[in-house]
């Protein structure tokens, strides 16, 4: 099993910045790739990017590259998603979620943290 906790969300105006943090615990030496989320009120939850755990290769959606980027740091078993140019439109709950290694469907999930931007 895989434990996920996200930090680093809150209370941003338009522009600015925030830095999600995404720990993992527990048998991460099995992870394959681990990915931002977020649910924005009334809509479906949107997939971002992810990060190859073993090489950390990266992608991302249209609507956040050159905006956001994901990043790890393996020996802290640590996720990041630094979030740039923030907009009111990127209010939402952003989740970390990760895959088994050689899967590709999201079996952990953290519990969310809530990122609002204010205009």
């Known amino acids: 099993q895989v434990q996920l906790v996200e930090s680093g969300g809150g209370l941003v105006q338009a522009g600015g910045s925030l830095r999600l943090s995404c720990a993992a615990s527990g048998r991460t030496f099995s992870l394959g790739t681990l990915g931002w989320f977020r649910q924005a009120p009334g809509k479906e939850r949107e997939f971002l990017a992810h990060i190859t755990w073993m090489d950390g290769i990266t992608f991302y959606v249209d609507s956040v590259k050159g905006r956001f980027t994901i990043s790890s740091d393996n020996a802290k078993n640590t996720v990041y998603l630094q979030m740039n140019s923030l907009k009111p439109e990127d209010t939402a709950v952003y989740y970390c979620?990760?895959?088994?290694?050689?899967?590709?469907?999201?079996?952990?999930w953290g519990q969310g943290t809530q990122v609002t931007v204010s205009s």
């Open positions: 979620a990760a895959t088994r290694y050689g899967l590709a469907k999201y079996d952990y």
